[in-house]
């Protein structure tokens, strides 16, 4: 059974469209690569990089019990609950 498909365009600067000009089979990078990023976006802005008011609100509410840290084992900055 065939999953209808659709076809996406967007730009892209000269220097990223040399980087990837060669790739074999560049819809099937992009495609691996949105799919990775997009398990990796942020849950609360969702790759915005920016929170709503009312993001900011709850968060300002959660950052008094939480802390941003240092993994000591990866070096990634994680939260860190502070009412252990």
Do not use: Y
Request: net charge positive; proline share 2%.
């Amino acid at each position: 059974m065939n999953k209808k498909q659709s076809i996406i365009t967007f730009k892209v600067d000269d220097e990223l469209f040399k980087a990837i000009q060669n790739i074999p089979n560049r819809s099937e990078f992009i495609r691996a690569a949105l799919i990775g990023a997009l398990g990796s976006v942020c849950p609360l802005c969702k790759g915005s990089g920016m929170l709503t008011k009312n993001q900011k609100n709850h968060w300002d509410v959660f950052s008094e019990d939480h802390a941003i840290e240092r993994c000591k084992k990866c070096g990634e900055r994680i939260l860190i609950c502070s009412n252990r």
